[in-house]
């Protein structure tokens, strides 16, 4: 059984949004939370999964295209993932397109029972930032935190 969000959306932990290259940020922080639940030293989980990009970490996909975070049994960081992997599917694509929606209904069984209508009705009504922006506004938080 898959976990609800407060938006209805069932996610099914099937890994299909897993798959293909790029898009995929992590904060510092995120990254050190992310070792932490692995139980591993952070420089050896940054060598590992990611690499810098602009101020953030991208998590590095393998030879096959899908995110080095995926294993067998699914996300290896499923309880502190992402935030871009967090509003999976509340994309703006998504939510702009009647085709693009489609097209993710179709990999995604976690969306078998949805219809665009009641999906846009049922997504976060946040203005549609760039998750990258958010990541790198949040940083900035962070350590201005750090500060006071």
């Known amino acids: 059984m898959g976990t609800v969000s407060k938006t209805g959306f069932q996610c099914l932990k099937c890994g299909q949004c897993c798959q293909g290259v790029g898009g995929v940020w992590l904060t510092t922080l995120g990254a050190l939370r992310a070792a ?22 991208l998590v590095r996909a393998g030879v096959d295209n899908n995110c080095l975070l995926l294993g067998p049994e699914g996300c290896l960081i499923h309880a502190v993932k992402p935030m871009m992997c967090a509003a999976w599917p509340f994309f703006y694509g998504l939510l702009s397109d009647k085709f693009v929606f489609e097209e993710a209904k179709a990999i995604c069984p976690g969306l078998n029972n949805w219809d665009w209508e009641r999906f846009k009705i049922a997504a976060p009504k946040d203005p ?9 506004a949040l940083e900035g938080l962070n350590e201005l935190k750090k500060l006071t």
Request: hydrophobic residues 30%; charged residues 30%; positive net charge.
């Open 36 to 57: 932490n639940h692995l139980g591993v030293d952070p420089s050896k989980f940054t060598a590992q999964y990611l690499r810098p990009d602009d101020g953030l970490w």
């Open 128 to 136: 549609p930032l760039s998750f990258k922006k958010r990541l790198k």
